[in-house]
C-alpha cells in the first residue's frame, strides 16, 4: 500500500473520530466525505466504476473528459496569451506595431480553440464581433476615400462622410450607394470592393501590404 494511501486511511478514521468527539457532527461528514473522494481519485487507475451511498459514478470517463478539457483550456490560454505578449514586445517603441494581418491570425487561432471547447460558431462570432467590424468598417470608409476623389464633381454626396457611421454597411450597400448616387468607380475603387467582398467571405485580407495595424 503506497504511502499516500495509509495517510489517507489514517485520516479517514482519526479526523471523523476528532470531529465525532467534538459533538460536529456535520464536519464529521463532510470530513468523511472529503477524504473518501481524496482516497477513490487516488486509487482511479484500479477501478473504473464506483458504487456507493446510493449513487453509480462512472468516474475513469469523467475524469478523462475532465483531462481533455483540461488541455483545450491549456490551448486556449497559450493562444490567448500570444497577443498580449506581442503587444508587451512592441509597446513603447516609436512606429512599432503588430500589423493586421498577424492580429486576424490571433482571432483565427481564438476561434479554433474556441470551437474545440464546443462553442458554437454564433458564440464565436459574437467574441470576434468588434475585430471584424472594424476591419469591415475600415474598408468601407477606404472605398470612400477613393469614390470621393473619383467624384470631385459630385462632392455634396460626401458631404460629412469622414463622420459617417458605417458599422452595419457591407459590400451590397456600399454597391447601392454607388448606384443610387450614379458615382464613377476607378481601378482603385474596383479594388476595395473586391477587398470588401474577399473579407466578408474568408475573414482574411486579400491585400495585405494596404494594411497596418
Not at 476591419?135 to 459630385?154: E, F, T, Y
Not at 459590400?171 to 470592393?193: P, Q, R
Amino acid at each position: 500500500m503506497s504511502r499516500l494511501n495509509t495517510t489517507l486511511i489514517i485520516a479517514l478514521v482519526v479526523i471523523p473520530t476528532i470531529f465525532g468527539a467534538l459533538k460536529m457532527p456535520a464536519e464529521m461528514g463532510w470530513a468523511i466525505a472529503s477524504i473518501g473522494l481524496a482516497l477513490i481519485f487516488a486509487n482511479l487507475e484500479k477501478f473504473s466504476r464506483f458504487k456507493g451511498a446510493g449513487f453509480e459514478a462512472e468516474l475513469r470517463t469523467a475524469v478523462d473528459k475532465t483531462y481533455a478539457a483540461i488541455g483545450q483550456l491549456k490551448e486556449l490560454s497559450l493562444v490567448l496569451s500570444a497577443p498580449i505578449v506581442d503587444e508587451l514586445a512592441v509597446s513603447g517603441r516609436m512606429l512599432q506595431y503588430l500589423r493586421l494581418k498577424y492580429k486576424l491570425e490571433h482571432v483565427e487561432k481564438i476561434s479554433s480553440a474556441l470551437r474545440k471547447l464546443g462553442a458554437s460558431e454564433s458564440e464565436i462570432q459574437d467574441v470576434c464581433a468588434t475585430m471584424f467590424q472594424r476591419v469591415r468598417s475600415d474598408h468601407i470608409r477606404a472605398a470612400l476615400i477613393c469614390l470621393k476623389k473619383a467624384n470631385k464633381d459630385k462632392s455634396a454626396v460626401f458631404d460629412g462622410c469622414e463622420d459617417w457611421d458605417v458599422r452595419d454597411w457591407d459590400k451590397d450597400k456600399l454597391e447601392a450607394f454607388i448606384h443610387e448616387g450614379a458615382l464613377d468607380k476607378n481601378e482603385e475603387v474596383i479594388e476595395w470592393i473586391r477587398d470588401l467582398d474577399y473579407f466578408e467571405q474568408t475573414k482574411k485580407l486579400r491585400r495585405e501590404d494596404k494594411w497596418q495595424s
